[in-house]
C-alpha cells in the first residue's frame, strides 16, 4: 500500500507543481513546503510533505517501487544548502506525528497511516544524531523505527530508556526490547545487568503489554549462556504470572501471558 502512495505523490504532485514552481527558486520553494510542514493541522502537514516528495524526486527517474530515501539523500547531496532543514523539517514533522492522533476533516486513518509509515522510513534512513527522538517516538509502529533507532547503538539509549515512561503503550513495550537489543551489543557486565533490571520492572507492570514484552525479553534469552544462572530469578515471577495473570481474551475465556508464562517456566527448568 506504501508502494501505491509513494507512486501517486509521484505522480501526481510532481506534473502540478512543474510548470508554476520551475521557474520559482529552490530555497523559495523548500521555505514554503516546510513551513506548512510545521502545521499543527496534520492534513496541512500530510499535503506539505507530498509536496516536499515532489521537490526532492523532480527530474528523477522512477520507477514502479522507487528507493525514497535514497532520493531524498541525493537531493541532499545536489543541495547541501538546503540540507540541514530538510532534515529539521523530516523530523519535526515525525514528532508531530507521533503525538498527533486527531483526524482532520476528510482524512482517513488510512491517510495518517499511510504518510506517518513514509515520514518514518525518511527520518529512519538519516544518519542524523537529532533523528533519535522522534524515531524513539515512534516505536509503536515497529520495524523501520526500531532498526532506525537502533543502528545509533549507545547514543539511543538515554531516549529509548525514557520511553519506558511514554504515555502510548504500544512505544513502552517496544521500549523495552529496544532497550534490551542496544545493551545486548555492547554485552558487558554492567549492561548484562541493566538488562535483567529491566526485565524485572517490565515483569511486575499493571499494564498486560509490558509484561508480555518482558516475556518475550526472557524467552529470547533462554538461549544465552551468560543469562542462564540469572533468569532463575524471573521463576517466582514466571510462577505467579502462570497462575494469576489477570489479562483475559473475554471472547475465548483464555489467559495468553499465564499460557506463556508456563511455557517459559518449563524452558527455563530444562536448560
Not at 508531530?96 to 518514518?120: C, K, M, Q, R
Not at 548484562?192 to 508480555?212: K, M, N, V, Y
Not at 497462575?243 to 508456563?262: I, S
Request: with cysteine; proline share 4%; charged share 25%.
Amino acid at each position: 500500500m506504501r508502494s501505491i502512495l509513494w507512486l501517486c505523490i509521484a505522480i501526481v504532485a510532481i506534473p502540478i507543481a512543474d510548470f508554476a514552481q520551475q521557474s520559482e527558486p529552490l530555497d523559495s520553494r523548500v521555505t514554503a513546503v516546510l513551513a506548512r510542514m510545521a502545521s499543527s493541522d496534520r492534513g496541512t502537514r500530510n499535503s506539505a510533505f507530498d509536496d516536499l516528495v515532489g521537490v526532492i524526486t523532480e527530474g528523477q527517474q522512477l520507477g514502479f517501487d522507487p528507493e525514497y530515501s535514497s532520493l531524498l539523500a541525493a537531493f541532499l547531496a545536489r543541495n547541501p544548502e538546503q540540507a540541514d532543514r530538510v532534515k529539521l523539517g523530516l523530523i519535526n514533522l515525525l514528532k508531530a506525528d507521533n503525538v498527533d492522533t486527531t483526524l482532520p476533516a476528510g482524512y482517513t486513518a488510512e491517510d495518517n497511516s499511510e504518510h506517518y509509515a513514509a515520514a518514518i522510513d525518511l527520518v529512519s534512513s538519516l544518519n542524523d544524531d537529532r533523528a533519535i527522538p522522534a524515531l524513539v517516538g515512534a516505536l509503536g509502529t515497529g520495524g523501520m523505527a526500531t532498526g532506525g533507532v537502533i543502528k545509533y547503538g549507545e547514543k539511543a539509549l538515554g531516549p529509548v530508556l525514557s520511553a519506558l515512561n511514554n504515555p502510548n503503550l504500544l512505544v513502552r513495550s517496544a521500549a523495552v526490547g529496544t532497550a534490551v537489543t542496544i545493551l545486548r551489543i555492547k554485552n558487558d557486565v554492567a549492561s548484562q545487568d541493566q538488562i535483567l533490571g529491566l526485565i524485572r520492572t517490565a515483569i511486575h507492570d499493571r499494564e498486560f503489554l509490558i509484561r508480555s514484552a518482558a516475556l518475550y525479553q526472557i524467552d529470547n534469552l533462554t538461549d544465552q549462556k551468560e543469562f542462564a544462572p540469572a533468569l532463575q530469578e524471573f521463576v517466582p515471577a514466571l510462577e505467579e504470572m502462570a497462575q494469576r495473570d489477570p489479562f483475559v481474551l473475554q471472547r475465548e475465556t483464555r489467559y495468553p501471558l499465564r499460557d506463556r508464562a508456563k511455557k517459559l517456566l518449563d524452558k527455563i527448568t530444562n536448560h
